[in-house]
């Protein structure tokens, strides 16, 4: 799970003081905020969501549920295969050592 799975951590004014609900199908993160940790990854997500605590409801949801969400994350596959997101010859300068 990366930072921008909750889209609300890169633009924090649209859910500042609103209440909302989260769906997701990530078990464990229902139970995050109230997990004793000392893993780096877990305690940078607990910061990350402690200031929605109150006003945020987590709600799991199977995967299968979850029918709208690739349509939501993902490019349609005609786009892609003209403008692809991974360019091994960029990465490849980018990451020469």
Known sequence: MS???????ETPYYLEGAVFEVFTDFTAFKSLLN???????????????????????????????????DGLSRWPLDNFKRNPAYDPEVAAKICKV
């Open 3 to 9: 930072m921008s799975s909750l889209g609300s951590i």
């Open 35 to 69: 997990m004793m940790t000392t893993n780096r990854h877990m305690l940078m997500w607990q910061i990350a969501i402690q200031e929605y605590g109150d006003n945020m409801t987590i709600i799991y949801k199977e995967s299968k549920s979850h029918t709208n969400a």
